[in-house]
């Protein structure tokens, strides 16, 4: 087989930092297919007595996300969390304006509380700032995180909850840049309202962490200004500023799609460069963290989204099904995002469950991966620990929109506790192998435990309910001589090499 080469060196000592575990986040929103006849299908064979699918709690597991998102995206912008608690059957209906459906608030946030602590996850929590403001976002904060005595936290206890949820994370809104937001505000607009509402929130409950909205995405025509302006206003109340970006390959140019996660490199490179000129400006000592709240690959259910029926209850939208190669792209901006873990401590796959998801589920039916699962599995179940600087000689291409775009996109996990080193990598290469060295000198004993390959003939092919064609298996040639780890990453694959000490 045809080869190309390219060299790495890993020191324990070249470190970015420890990796916040809230990096390997997910996202559910009250859209689609996502609550109900996803994580909630009572009836269902596999339903709990909840009405919880456990195949879908199994599979979350699989992934041990984290922290989860919720109740949205756009659809918190017009939610009324009271409709959502309290008894079920005096809950009302409403019009869910952003995606046109009805949400029966048969889930609401203690049924979703509930999910999540059987899912093994924290929830980063989402306040109303569209139709909503401070008061709506304080009186939430008090019924899930004040311990009792007053009106919010007596309610909650009265709906059966005795314990508050101590919820650490929470976004002040969502995509408020976005004209399609219900209440789209200016960056004044916004700044002002996400600081008085930060400002009571840590009133209620201090121990609380903030994200404030950053652009929906970086083609956004107030990117940039937006960031400037929301954190002059939000500074001193928030610990975080959120970004978003979706891409797909939407002109079928393979080479291009896959160096988009270069795109993304240098989006957070920019949010950090404003962030910091914020901080300058303010002559502040504190540090705004980044949180890449929404990403992944969304572009294939475009189309039959349109085809939708106003008002009807859970219906599928946003089904995109995943091929090969959005796993691979899914992979380079996992890698990206490791890349800035000095910076980048939250990051929420969007979204979990049928609403561009990695697990999927038919209705009284079987739940089944996507081939995004697997490199978002890796990474969260392998990448557990301290980030790794490596140093990279790669080949290049260029594609239509990047130059010298390395064909070798890597990244490296020092576990100490474990006494593990796992190397993530995607070859980019539409036609060749890449012969990879990689000097991981002061790693002395470590030894090749296992060298994960996804790979497949087929760009496009699929997972479904029938079967996942697209699977990791564990067949690939790295080793070990010398402190030199070697291996032939196939073309276009995602590679995850783990080694740990004998
Ligand atoms: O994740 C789907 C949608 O994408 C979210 O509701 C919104 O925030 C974004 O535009």
Sequence with gaps: MASNKAKMILEKDFKIAEIDKRVYGSFIEHLGRAVYGGIYEPGHPQADENGFRQDVIEMVKELQVPLVRYPGGNFVSGYNWEDGVGPVAERPRRLDLAWRTTETNEIGTNEFMKWAELANAEVNMAVNLGTRGI????????????????????????????????????????????PWQIGHKTAAEYGRIAAEAAKVMKWVDPTIELVACGSSNRNMPTFAEWEATVLDHTYDHVEFISLHQYYGNRDNDVANYLALSLEMDDFIKSVISIADYIKAKKRSKKKINLAFDEWNVWYHSNEQDKKIEPWSIAPPQLEDIYNFEDALLVGCMLITMLKHADRLKIACLAQLVNVIAPIMTEENGTAWKQTIFYPFMHTSVFGRGVALNPIISSPKYDSKDFTDVPVLESTAVYNEEKEELTIFAVNRDLEEGLHLECDIRNFEGYQVIEHIVLENDDLKKTNSAQGTPVEPHTNGNAAIDGGLVTAMLPKLSWNVIRLAKK
Excluded: F
């Design 135 to 178: 008061d709506a976002a304080r009186n939430l904060v008090e019924y899930c995180n004040h311990p009792s005595g007053s009106y919010y936290s007596d309610l909650r206890i009265s709906h059966g909850v005795k314990d508050p949820y101590k919820i650490k994370t929470w976004c002040l809104g969502n995509e408020m840049d976005g």
